[in-house]
């Protein structure tokens, strides 16, 4: 008998405890093991829950208990998931999760201490929700050298984006709804601002690269500041706005690694990836492009991913899964300011074409945009390919001249 914790009764230990139970024939056949939850930790009370008997608010109950051999740690946030995670290590038992949070900042350490141990420490449900990454990238795609990953990575965000795109809705209504549907964090800044999709490259970039990448050294930006304005023109460029999490490993070696809004073209596979769905496209030398699609977010896609995990550690108590990467200080990241790429760039303004000649003095080529209804008093145009610095010092330069900057969002090659 395997006996499982699951440290959290939220949207997805709920949904994990939901999984267990319903698919239990099956996952015994498929783990060839009898499995079973002994505990769910949670300080809340639950007196409806069909799981009574197994509720407790001590974790030293599931600590002490040897016969738990694996912990499911679906809380969230970094405290105290981090020192229940890092006990339960250091007893031998195996930990799960979906904490990209706690993955993302504690990774390296963590994964150290389940080495240390003869434990494992999975995590396919952080990235991606229910879409298959970790393994692949780990495993299937262990032969390629990676030369990119870029993804959508964060539901809420492409539902508000998608709701803003096709229906013209406001991100406060999207956003609510996005609430409503069990999609966004309890702290939903961590969706909009781009934290969130920020860990998740993070991780990605960690386990392609092999050194631990900080959600710190990752340039993130979220999208409070879109504006339906800028949607429009996004269209008359040819394509939409995607919040895009990417990892670009460049000539020097080092990474350009960022999240935020970008412009992708419509034709790309990321354009039209919709709703609360994540894409994600993992560039191999190999393979080419590979893309993972499917629902980053939600109880049951996340709840799947998190029991696939507790299978695989069942099926593995004492054996290593090859899932490590060491720990690294950001030398390894460009600086955001020296990355390159073209910028869509919106400025009010009382007469467009002195607008648009300064424009052209300051960036040097420019395209300007069109939509409907824009009316004389602003300009919106395209650059060419520039550093982030020589950008900056242009867009200083325009307010300095009177223009003031209302958007400025990266132009993607995807
Ligand atoms: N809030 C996250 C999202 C949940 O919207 O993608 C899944 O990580």
């Known amino acids: 008998m395997v006996q499982v914790a699951v440290m959290g009764y939220g949207v997805v230990g709920s949904g994990v405890v ?18 079973g939850i002994k505990y769910i930790l949670d300080i809340r009370d639950f007196p409806d829950s069909p799981f009574q008997d197994k509720f407790t608010k001590n974790f030293e109950d599931i600590l002490n208990d ?26 031998g038992k195996s930990v799960v999760t979906s904490n990209k949070e706690l993955v993302a900042t504690k990774g390296a350490e963590l994964l150290k201490i389940a080495k240390q141990n003869n434990a494992n420490y999975l995590f396919e449900a952080s ?27 964060n539901g809420t965000t492409n539902f508000i984006l998608t709701k803003m795109i096709r229906e013209k809705m406001s991100f406060a209504d999207a956003l609510a709804m996005a609430q409503q549907l069990g999609y966004a964090e309890r702290n939903p800044a961590a969706d909009v601002e781009g934290h969130d999709a920020g860990r998740k490259i993070s991780i990605l970039a ?17 999208i409070t500041e879109i504006t339906l304005e800028d949607v429009a023109y996004a269209a008359s460029w040819g394509g939409v706005i995607k919040l895009i999490g990417q990892v670009k490993r460049l000539e020097d070696q080092t990474l350009d690694i960022t999240v935020e809004p970008m412009f992708v073209e419509k034709n ?29 977010a939600g109880k049951l896609p996340t709840a799947s991913a998190v029991v696939a995990d507790i299978m695989d550690c069942a099926k593995h108590l004492k054996r290593r899964k090859y899932l490590e990467w060491a720990d690294g200080d950001g030398s390894i990241v460009k600086p955001y300011a020296e990355t390159t790429y073209p910028v869509y760039i919106r400025v009010a303004c009382e007469d467009k074409q002195a607008a ?30 520039m550093t982030v610095a020589r950008q900056e010092k242009a867009v200083q330069a325009l307010e300095e001249a009177g223009y003031q900057v209302l958007s400025k969002i990266r132009i993607s090659d995807l």
């Open 127 to 153: 990235v991606g929700g229910g879409i298959p990454i970790i393994r692949p990238l780990s495993q299937c795609l262990a032969a390629n050298e990676v030369i990119e990953i870029a993804g959508i990575l």
């Open 66 to 91: 040897d016969e738990v051999k694996v912990v499911a740690e679906v809380m969230g946030g970094v405290h105290p998931a981090y020192e229940f995670t890092k006990q339960c290590l250091e007893k």
């Open 206 to 222: 960690s386990l392609a690269y092999g050194k631990h990448v900080y959600p710190e050294y990752v340039h993130t930006q979220g």
């Open 18 to 35: 939901e999984v267990m139970s319903e698919h239990r024939d099956s996952i015994n056949k498929r783990t060839k093991e009898e499995m």
């Open 268 to 296: 790309s596979q990321l354009a039209n990836v919709d709703d609360v769905f994540n894409g994600i496209m993992v560039r191999g030398d190999s393979t080419g492009d590979v893309v993972f699609y499917g629902k980053g």
């Open 356 to 385: 648009f000649q300064k424009a052209q003095e300051l960036f040097a080529n420019v395209s300007a945009l069109v939509r409907a209804n824009a009316g004389g008093n602003e300009l919106a145009f395209v650059t060419d390919e």
